[in-house]
Every structure is written in structure tokens, then in C-alpha cells.
């Protein structure tokens, strides 16, 4: 079955601390990788996202993840966060043959301690 | 700066009204999509339309209909609003696979 899972529902982090948000999905076709974030009382806001290439990808924010396509994930990872950096985080998979397809991860809350 | 509009930000309606979810973009995006946002379930998917009049169901489509008549336009519309679709709704559009979201609207059905 196709799936996405990330194993934290919340993570707690210093300010100026490093962050890995883990995510890994069970997908048989080639995936496409999103990681989508999710400010209070807000949509989600596209941070970055895999389809092809180098296996390294840069987002906005200062966000970056590695697809491991031995290990089924895509971690997502920034060394130093800042306080606006407290939000939910979605990763999601989609089909490299459909627009309309996206599995959803359950999110993981990011929270900040000063 | 490219957008999509949710009409309401919060709404309350009583169980068994009939409710409207008015979604707009602007970037002339052929998708749209209707997702339900709840607690430790993440997004799951309503509805979407790949055109104008074309629409197709999603994982959770019960109890929801939509409408899409012109392409900035996708309505979702709960027949007879239940306790149980209290939720957080968000709307989307896509020109490929990439979803540009609303800021969401909070329905609360007493």
C-alpha cells in the first residue's frame, strides 16, 4: 500500500539548534517528494521538492532535503532554526504519471524554544 | 503574487444546512483541489477538478459535492452539513504538481 509516514508528531528545538524532520513513504512507482509547511491558521506553503537529479535539493527558508532512495526517505533538514520557523510540516509523494495524485504524511509539529 | 482565496477564514453553520465553500485563483490553473485537514490525519482529498465542468472524487468524497463552471472557480458544497465534517477545509490549484493552497476555511457544524 502507498503510504507516508512521519514518525514524530512533534519535535522541540532550540532556537539556532539544527532540525531533521524525518519522512518515509512506501511507493512503487518513481516518486515526486514535496515538503509543504503549515504556519498557524494558515495554508501550506511550498518549501521544496524532488523529481529528478541531484538527490540534494534546496527550498526556500534556508530548508533542504535528501531523497535515499535505499532508505525510502526524504528528510528534511536546516541547520540553524529561527523562532518563525515553528509551524506543522507535511511531506507528501506523488506519481511520476499524475498531476492529481498526493499521498499526505500526518505532519509533524516544529516547536521552538527560546 | 499568485493566489488562491478561500471566501471565509471561519464559518458556523447548523447540522443539516447546506454549505458553500467558495475557492479562486488567479493563475489561471487548470487544477483544483478540495482537501479536509484534521488533527493527526493530514490532508485528504475531497474532491478535484481537472477542468472546467470536469470534476473527479477523491479518497473521502461522501457527503460533499462540488461545482466548477468557470476555471477560476471551484465551490465545494455539503449537502446537509453534519457534526462529523467539522473540520479545517483547504482549497488548491495546480498548473502540474506543485499545489498552490488557500489560507483554509474552519467550518464548525453545531
Known amino acids: 500500500a502507498q503510504s507516508v509516514t512521519q514518525p514524530d508528531i512533534h519535535i522541540t528545538v532550540s532556537e539556532g539548534a539544527s532540525l531533521e524532520l524525518r519522512c518515509n513513504y512506501s511507493y512503487g512507482a518513481t516518486p515526486y517528494l514535496f515538503w509543504y509547511v503549515q504556519s498557524p491558521g494558515q495554508g501550506l506553503q511550498l518549501l521544496l521538492k524532488?523529481?529528478?537529479?541531484d538527490t540534494l535539493v534546496q527550498g526556500i527558508k534556508g530548508f533542504e532535503a535528501e531523497f535515499k532512495r535505499s532508505q525510502s526517505s526524504f528528510n528534511l533538514r536546516k541547520p540553524s532554526v529561527h523562532w518563525s520557523d515553528a509551524a506543522e510540516y507535511f511531506c507528501?509523494?506523488?506519481?511520476?504519471?499524475?498531476?492529481?495524485?498526493?499521498?499526505w504524511g500526518a505532519g509533524t509539529k516544529l516547536i521552538i524554544k527560546p | 503574487d499568485v493566489k488562491v482565496t478561500q471566501s471565509s477564514r471561519y464559518l458556523v453553520k447548523r447540522t443539516g444546512e447546506k454549505v458553500f465553500l467558495e475557492c479562486v485563483q488567479d493563475m489561471d490553473h487548470e487544477n483544483m483541489f478540495w482537501y479536509r485537514q484534521d488533527p493527526g490525519l493530514g490532508l485528504r482529498l475531497i474532491y478535484f477538478?481537472?477542468?472546467?465542468?470536469?470534476?473527479e472524487k477523491g479518497d473521502i468524497p461522501e457527503g460533499y459535492s462540488v461545482s466548477r463552471e468557470k476555471k477560476e472557480r471551484f465551490s465545494l458544497i455539503l449537502e446537509s452539513a453534519s457534526t462529523n465534517q467539522t473540520s479545517m477545509y483547504l482549497c488548491?490549484?495546480?498548473?502540474?504538481?506543485?499545489?498552490?493552497f488557500g489560507s483554509g476555511t474552519r467550518l464548525t457544524v453545531v
Open positions: 488548491a490549484s495546480s498548473l502540474t504538481r506543485d499545489r498552490v
Open positions: 524532488y523529481f529528478s537529479g
Open positions: 507528501a509523494v506523488g506519481a511520476i504519471d499524475s498531476n492529481y495524485q498526493l499521498i
Open positions: 477538478s481537472y477542468d472546467v465542468k470536469m470534476k
